[in-house]
């Protein structure tokens, strides 16, 4: 059999992650879209009758309250995670073999022993597919749904005001939470790349700061950890939090006389959401780690990303709509493998992906809470099929596997396939776009929504179609 070629991923791994091209900016309007109460035009009303129209009686329409998505930065391999190639060629199946899982007839690579005993409650699709092999550009739509324009290069260069959106800063716009606690928490670093340049499809691009995330990036390994992110300063205790928010407002009060622009009325929503954010109780009993049993955090994994999943589950139990996981800062320690995949797969990798992905399973199913939270493990791409001269596999979008779990999904559903090399798909490919159409068809979003930009553009949110076959 054939080796796929792989020259344009090795290409690729020159320019995506080595390679740096600046572009500027768009420069942003300070102007809100005036009017609808959500940037689209619609009323809270108008848009809760809207998802009942869309909702079929029964479906998966808006069936999740809360979302956790593990990214794993670099790209995991297919073949070592969930969609091993035991009988595949020499040259391409690598050095571990599949096991059988809880789902009759599906093996998952030898590394995901505990994930193994889940799959018959997850839906995999093994049919995701793009063109885009560079980390940077791949993570917008990875985290979007959209694409960058026709004619972008496939390079490193930083994000732009003017991008789609990610997910979280859709549902803070859409969803936002209505108690003190944030939309949208990032657990981890903010991903960038060795040269700096930081991952797209992270921010709230074109709907603006106010709807960026509330982020916790710190280390969790320690038994009393606190929470920086919530701490105020040594000196600014609870009642000088409130003195100092009385006295922000009189203030507020003087220049609101003064100056009644959109871009002040958004800055009262900066006050206001942090002044709530330190003083609210629910906040820190959310955000307090150290309260869970060693036993459950030992059942995630001691590392950090096991933690950052524990942490997850609390503030999605507390009512959070969004919690992005990030897997790690830099390509050290990513799941970016160009050399010694196998090593770094066996000794670090996958023991981490599957005690994490087993535990918040587990944890969520004990609690009840798999009805209404959904579990995402997500990636900008995958590994090739061929190993490197470095014992390693690069970049490869032509096909890969993500998993769900949870509200709204249909419990052991294998979508799609790959062929035996684990090269490209052999049925039902998949986009980046049908996956973010899948996301908002759960959160009960309407598939015809439009967002409006600072510059009052419409942009259509959804363009891709939900992979009905994994919904329930």
């Not at 590394?111 to 597919?129: E, H, K, N, Y």
């Not at 959401?273 to 629910?282: G, N």
């Not at 004990?366 to 493990?377: A, N, P, Q, T």
């Amino acid at each position: 059999m054939a080796v796929p070629d792989n020259s344009a991923a090795r290409s690729a791994k020159a320019d995506g992650c080595r390679g740096f091209q600046s572009i500027s900016a768009v420069t942003r309007r300070s102007a809100l879209r005036a009017g609808g109460a959500f940037g689209i035009g619609l009323t809270l009303p108008e848009l809760l009758h809207r998802r009942a129209e869309a909702a079929p009686a029964g479906g998966s329409f808006g069936k999740v309250r809360g979302v956790i998505m593990l990214y794993l930065h670099g790209g995991h391999p297919q073949q070592e995670t969930f969609d091993p190639k035991p009988n595949g060629p020499s040259a391409v199946k690598g050095e571990f073999g599949a096991i059988s899982t809880s789902l009759p007839g599906v093996q998952f690579s030898e590394l995901l022993p505990r994930s193994a005993t889940i799959a018959d409650q997850l839906a995999i699709i093994r049919s995701m597919s793009h063109d885009n092999p560079n980390h940077v550009t791949a993570s917008l739509p990875a985290g979007t749904g959209h694409k960058h324009p026709p004619g972008t290069p496939q390079t490193d260069f930083p994000p732009a005001a003017s991008d789609f959106p990610a997910f979280g800063a859709v549902v803070d716009q859409l969803r936002p939470s209505t108690g003190s606690l944030p939309s949208w928490v990032r657990l981890g670093p903010l991903m960038r790349r060795s040269n700096g340049t930081t991952l797209h499809g992270q921010l709230p691009g074109f709907l603006g700061a106010r709807h960026g995330h509330f982020a916790v990036d710190q280390k969790l390994l320690k038994d009393d950890v606190r929470i920086e992110a919530i701490e105020p300063s040594t000196e600014l205790t609870a009642s000088r939090v409130g003195s100092r928010q009385s006295l922000l407002r009189e203030i507020d009060d003087q220049r609101r006389a003064i100056d009644k622009s959109a871009s002040a009325a958004n800055l009262d929503q900066f006050y206001q959401r942090a002044f709530s954010l330190l003083s609210s109780p629910a906040t820190r009993q959310a955000f307090d780690l150290a309260d869970e049993p060693r036993t459950l955090r030992d059942a995630y994994g001691w590392t950090e990303f096991g933690q950052r999943c524990v942490l997850a589950r609390r503030l999605i139990e507390a009512g959070v709509p969004m919690v992005n996981v990030s897997y790690c800062h830099t390509p050290s320690g990513s799941w970016d493998t160009h050399s010694n995949n196998f090593k770094k797969m066996k000794e670090s990798l996958a023991p981490t992906l599957d005690a994490a992905l087993h535990g918040l399973f587990t944890d969520l199913k004990e609690r009840g809470l798999l009805d209404e939270i959904l579990v995402v493990v997500n990636a900008e791409f995958g590994r090739t099929p061929t190993i490197n001269k470095n014992a390693g596999r690069d970049h490869w979008p032509w096909v890969y596997s993500l998993a769900l779990a949870g509200a709204g999904i249909r419990p052991g559903t294998i979508y799609g396939a790959s062929d035996n090399s684990a090269a490209y798909p052999a049925e039902l490919p998949r986009t980046q776009a049908d996956f973010a159409a899948t996301l908002y068809h759960l959160l009960g979003i309407p598939a015809d929504t439009v967002l409006h930009d600072q510059t009052d553009r419409p942009h259509q949110l959804i363009l891709g179609q939900p992979v009905h076959e994994i919904l329930a």
